[in-house]
């Protein structure tokens, strides 16, 4: 069973009856002290929030049933607020397997084969003139493919599906190679390397199933987060490849400087040229995905909802663009 409505194509007042993803889940009290459910739901189109209220507390205990990477049937209709699509649940209930749906209509995947997009990125790293770089990137990416194959690049927001974590680093890749042809200042084996490992211990700082679909941080995570996690774990590597103290040290602040800002985690600024260029790669690429995301569903000359990770603007898509 194919799914009939997908969430990018989703108008005002429409209703309708169909199964989606569920990325989150609660049950909430609200201003007036009574229950609602709270939920976000995704398909291989994105990802929309969904409010049942007044849930009594019998209704609540059967929706503890509902976890987060289960498939749910709902009946709803599409609400706006604060200019964002909402559904306001009618009915909702845990998928079964009589219903016949096919997960790769509720998956969110990169649009790329993962297993070709691993050789490319693993073809640059064999590319690195600079030895120790080269040993670097290629301990990371042979010890960590198969997680790699299916990994997202966050939890929410740029690049939260499955493989995401390989598109990211591929697209940086091709964008990095072309800054190194304008700039030619900049280094490219430490801009391939950089961009290879600069996001490594998302794989660390996330969870995830192999669908792709993350329900949280770990400790680690949450303690630490994947900035301060690469520094560690670039140590750790240079030790077993013999990469040079120097060398070590500027992997290290690629690592801790490539958010820029410290309400972003970084405790530093980018201090070399390589690193400068690392955070703009990452950085473009991040809001290109946002804006790519945020007006898929979008009509030719119409404004998409707003766009939280875009300061909340809404994105025109021209009328010529299809």
């Not at 964002?84 to 209509?105: S, V």
Request: hydrophobic share 40%.
């Amino acid at each position: 069973m194919h799914k009939t409505y997908f969430i990018n194509t989703l108008k005002i007042d429409e209703e309708f009856t169909d199964f989606f993803l569920v990325r989150s889940i609660a049950i909430r009290i609200g201003s007036n002290r009574k229950q609602y459910l709270d939920v976000t739901l995704s398909d291989a189109t994105g990802e929309i929030n969904g409010k049942k209220w007044d849930v009594n507390d019998e209704e609540a205990k059967n929706l503890q049933h509902i976890k987060e990477g289960d498939l749910v049937k709902i009946r709803a209709s599409v609400s706006e607020w604060n200019n964002t699509k909402q559904l306001r649940i009618a009915r909702i209930r845990k998928g079964q397997k009589e219903d016949g749906c096919e997960m790769p209509d509720y998956i969110k995947a990169a649009p790329e084969d993962p297993e070709e997009m691993y050789a490319f990125i693993h073809a640059k790293a064999e590319s690195i003139g600079d030895s120790g770089l080269r040993a670097m990137a290629l301990l990371f990416l042979d010890r960590e493919k198969e997680k790699l194959l299916y990994y997202p690049a966050a939890m929410k927001n740029h690049h939260a599906e499955q493989a995401g974590l390989l598109y990211h680093i591929k697209r940086m890749l091709i964008m990095g190679e072309k800054a190194c042809e304008v700039y030619e200042g900049l280094d490219r084996d430490w801009i391939v390397c950089g961009v290879i490992l600069h996001d490594m211990e998302k794989l660390r700082e996330i969870r995830s199933n192999e669908l792709g679909v993350s329900d949280g941080y770990t400790r680690e995570g949450q303690l630490l987060g994947h900035l301060v996690l690469g520094a560690a774990k670039v140590a750790d590597m240079a030790k077993e490849t013999g990469l040079s103290e120097e060398k070590t040290l500027m992997l290290q602040h690629m690592m801790i400087s490539h958010h820029y800002e410290p309400d972003f985690g970084s405790p530093k600024k980018p201090m070399f040229l390589e690193a400068e260029m690392l955070h703009y790669l990452d950085m473009i690429d991040a809001k290109m995905f946002d804006y790519e995301a945020a007006l898929a569903g979008v009509d030719p000359g119409q404004f998409s909802d707003r766009v939280r990770t875009l300061d909340g603007r809404m994105l025109y898509k021209p009328s010529f663009k299809k």
